[in-house]
């Protein structure tokens, strides 16, 4: 039930973009997307309920779509403050974390 | 607002030792949990407790017991402790838990380590 993301790891520049994806085997009824720096606790980025709809948080903004089991998180005009390992989350009973997706932004 | 405190931050145990990791919040929340965080397996959900009073099994509960002592407490045991069972762990609460539920906040986190 785990969901998994891709790519696993990915090095960028600063400025450069980059997408995360998540999947899930089960129906999914919402997403939710973590960042985690080296060391420290996993911190909230942003909910994504039924809908497909699109949220954004600065640069950075995820879809959703129901339908086909996915959620992806776009991180626009990269910062060396965005690297860190991101974590989708899905629920079905209970709360499943992805298998994350480092990434790192080199100036 | 100290927000997820966690206790110990760090502890090293020898095999067949037990301990009580320690989480406090203080937002009120309802939903509790209980996760353990290894190399390349991202977090994985050992218990949580939904509601003061309540407790359940996670993804991986084999080895740990809980128990919610109060709306604000959620400690969490090791009663023979294994190699297997080094590990990052990581407390978190949010207000609610199940389909919809909103953000989670996480504790620091316990470095155990099992020799």
């Not at chain 1, 060391?39 to 879809?63: D, N």
């Not at chain 2, 009663?79 to 909103?102: D, H, N, W």
Request: net charge neutral; glycine share 10%.
């Amino acid at each position: 039930q785990q969901p998994v993301q891709s790519p696993q790891a990915v090095i960028l520049r600063e400025g450069e973009d980059a997408v995360i994806n998540c999947s899930s085997s089960k129906a999914l009824y919402s997403v939710h997307w973590y960042r985690q720096k080296h060391g420290e606790a996993p911190v909230f980025l942003m909910i994504l309920l039924k809908g497909g709809e699109q949220k954004g948080h600065e640069k950075i903004s995820a879809s959703f779509n129901e339908k086909k089991q996915q959620s992806s998180l776009y991180l626009t005009a990269s910062q060396l403050s965005y690297s860190g390992t991101y974590f989708c989350g899905t629920e079905d009973n209970q709360f499943y974390f992805g298998t994350g997706t480092s990434l790192t932004v080199i100036p | 607002n100290a927000g997820v405190t966690q206790t110990p931050k760090f502890q090293v145990l020898k095999t067949g030792q037990s301990m009580t990791l320690q989480c406090a919040q203080d937002m009120n929340h309802n939903s509790m949990y209980w996760y353990r965080q290894d190399p390349g397996m991202g977090l994985r959900l050992i218990y949580y407790s939904a509601s003061e009073g309540t407790t359940d099994k996670g993804e991986v509960p084999n080895g740990y017991n809980v128990s919610r002592l109060n709306k604000r407490e959620f400690s969490l045991r090791l009663e023979s402790a294994a190699p297997s069972q080094t590990s990052v762990y990581f407390c978190a609460s949010s207000m609610l838990t199940g389909t919809g539920a909103p953000e989670q906040y996480f504790g620091p986190g316990t470095r155990l380590t099992v020799t």
